[in-house]
């Protein structure tokens, strides 16, 4: 069992940056893939970036050039850094991680998830 913890959403203008900090904690989550989802509400959870084990990155058209996802397997820690942040990134955001060679951009591949952080961008 992984437990994840997410931690640094707030409420932010358009424009301003955010880091999320994922922090793992019980079986180790080095091997597997970590994934950032977020939900807004009356939406479908959607992908937003992943890192697989060897550091290799996918990120969401809507994001791209625009977050970064990072990790550290000794400290078991996963963060994204969000820069000119738009109204409609406002979601939950989650932290989730999934075995190895799985289809990262999928919800259903991923077997732990955190309880999400709320991202609020005002225009």
């Known amino acids: 069992q992984v437990h994840l913890v997410e931690s640094g959403g707030g409420l932010v203008q358009a424009g301003d940056s955010l880091r999320l900090s994922c922090a793992a904690s019980?079986?180790?989550?080095?091997?597997?893939?970590v994934g950032w989802f977020r939900q807004a509400p009356g939406k479908e959870r959607e992908f937003v970036a992943a890192?697989?084990?060897?550091?290799?990155?996918d990120y969401a058209d809507s994001v791209k050039g625009r977050f970064i996802i990072s990790r550290d397997r000794a400290k078991e820690m996963a963060w994204l850094q969000m820069n000119s942040l738009k109204p409609e990134d406002t979601a939950v955001y989650y932290c989730a991680a999934a075995p190895p060679g799985r289809q990262v951009d999928a919800v259903r591949e991923y077997t732990f998830w955190g309880q999400g952080t709320q991202v609020t961008v005002s225009s």
């Open positions: 019980g079986r180790t989550f080095s091997s597997e893939t």
């Open positions: 890192i697989r084990w060897f550091l290799g990155v």
